[in-house]
């Protein structure tokens, strides 16, 4: 699994809220932790990284979102919100199904967490573009598998936008896939 480093926020903008982790060195890799209202990308280069990608990228969201006990979470200044996960069908084909005794056991609520399943690359783009204007949410995951073609610096763009009008933010989940230009943190 590689978490690829935030580049700092544009100077044209102000600096994005932070989520930090609790972990030093990631945290200060992060400059301060996870920015909230932006876009993150989380590669799970290998088949066999794909659960444990996918399980930081739960506890990511969930810790976000707020806490599972319903007090805020560290630098959220809200209750738990809703996750939502966003995958398409062929990550399911090859990473399985998401159970919500697990995402439990990870910090989240899943009773709070929503699930969508599309067909292909183009569907889960435009619909973790619609996810994020919805500002309740309090954290989008948008899951893919293996190279997504249609996820160009156009697209990337696009969803940094959205994460930066409703402040929520977005975790791209890339299985079996390797780092490619975007316009993610």
Do not use: K
């Amino acid at each position: 699994m590689r978490v690829v480093p935030a580049l700092p926020d544009s100077p044209l903008r102000p600096e994005s809220p932070r989520w930090p982790t609790g972990i030093a060195t990631l945290d200060a890799a992060l400059g301060g932790g996870f920015a909230q209202g932006c876009v993150h990308e989380i590669y799970a280069a290998e088949p066999a990284d794909a659960a444990a990608a996918a399980g930081f990228s739960a506890a990511l969201a969930s810790g976000m979102s707020g806490r599972a006990d319903g007090r805020a979470g560290p630098g959220t200044g809200r209750g738990q919100r809703a996750v939502l996960w966003l995958r398409a069908r062929r990550s399911v084909q090859a990473a399985g199904l998401l159970q919500g005794r697990g995402w439990a056991e990870l910090g989240g609520a899943p009773e709070l967490g929503l699930v969508g399943v599309v067909p292909d690359t183009l569907a889960l783009l435009r619909a973790g573009v619609d996810a994020l204007r919805h500002a309740p949410l309090g954290a989008v995951i948008v899951e893919g598998c293996g190279a997504m073609r249609e996820l160009d610096l156009t697209a990337s763009r696009r969803l940094v936008l959205a994460a930066q009008g409703s402040g929520v933010p977005l975790l791209l989940l890339r299985l079996d896939a390797s780092p490619a230009p975007s316009a993610a943190q």
